[in-house]
């Protein structure tokens, strides 16, 4: 059977968007983007709690969707993907990360290595899967010219994240990292563009304007035109530990990536597995290392596993 449409669930996170997006681009499907959620309780309930019934399901969901591919990706979208599959015939769907249920309820499932799961219809990633090719930041345009930037420049970009179950993003950790560029960067000629991103809250935005002054070109807005801007300029990219996609996405540079590494409120052996792999694979350094200009083969999980999925679906 060929398939030409996919419907995305996502409770609209960027990484989960990222992945999901990612993937139904690298198939070639077009697609309709749905944003779900649990209803309160349920949202609270191991998944395997949750009873698969459209009540307990925030946001609206099509009713028929035969002949399509359907890619969740996250928790609070998997009771949708399974109302769906049992309601609709034909349909393949795909999830993405650990769906901690019977994988027997999935066609597929897209897991990242770190997640450290197994079966006959899981595929292993190395990192996440995500919506940025290599491709389009070539093809970016330099919006960063009107602040005399160009790839002729010595540019270390700082990609922001935010705050999450495993790191608070407070002003301590971020003074710590923003005086380690400036020790490592700054100080040896190093241009600083600061990219933001839904997560960054907006008083960690204003707390580096007032640490780095004139020194820096921080964008204060969420912008993927900026993003993939700085991503093409930069020599050196650094990006805050919060966020394996993050780190994934800048991968696909192929350049220098240091992680800047905060005190985490709890231990999460998954991203210390992600960073520990990416590290082994001479991907990251963490920053305040030495600086060095190396590289890597490219990765691109995403069209990797694409390949993988086509194969299945013919």
């Not at 996919?6 to 681009?25: F, I, P």
């Not at 009771?79 to 609709?88: A, G």
């Not at 991203?271 to 991907?283: A, Q, T, V």
Request: with cysteine; net charge positive; proline share 3%.
């Amino acid at each position: 059977m060929r398939y030409f449409r996919a419907l995305l669930l996502t409770e609209g996170a960027h990484g989960m968007v990222s992945q999901a997006e990612g993937l139904a681009k690298a198939l070639k499907l077009d697609f309709n983007h749905c944003f779900v959620n649990l209803k309160k309780p349920w949202k609270y309930f191991p998944i395997n709690l949750v009873p698969v019934s459209k009540s307990v399901i925030d946001g609206k969901i099509p009713d028929q969707i035969e002949n399509q591919v359907l890619i969740s990706c996250g928790k609070n979208s998997i009771i949708s993907s399974l109302f769906l599959k049992r309601n609709n015939k034909n349909l393949f769907n795909i999830h993405i990360q650990n769906p901690k249920i019977n994988f027997s309820n999935f066609d597929l499932i897209v897991a990242p290595e770190h997640d450290q799961i197994k079966g006959g219809n899981v595929l292993n990633t190395f990192g996440a899967l995500h919506y940025i090719t290599k491709q389009e930041i070539d093809n970016s345009s330099n919006v960063f010219s009107k602040y005399n930037l160009s790839e002729n420049d010595k540019i270390v970009s700082l990609i922001l994240g935010g705050p999450n179950r495993y790191y608070d993003f407070n002003e301590i950790d971020l003074g710590n990292i923003f005086i380690s560029i400036k020790d490592n960067f700054l100080d040896k000629d190093f241009k600083l563009i600061l990219v933001r991103s839904r997560r960054t809250p907006d008083n960690i935005i204003d707390f580096a304007k007032k640490f780095f002054l004139d020194s820096a070109v921080i964008i204060d807005f969420v912008s993927k035109e900026f993003y993939l801007s700085a991503l093409k300029l930069s020599k050196t990219i650094i990006v805050t530990c919060d966020s394996t996609s993050m780190i994934s996405e800048c991968a696909i540079t192929q350049k220098p990536i240091f992680v800047a590494k905060m005190k985490a409120k709890r231990r999460n052996n998954r991203f210390e597995y992600f960073l520990n792999s990416f590290r082994e694979k001479g991907i990251i350094k963490f920053l305040g290392e030495n600086i060095d200009n190396w590289s890597y083969p490219e990765l691109d999980e995403t069209k990797r596993i694409a390949r993988i999925i086509k194969e299945r679906l013919n």
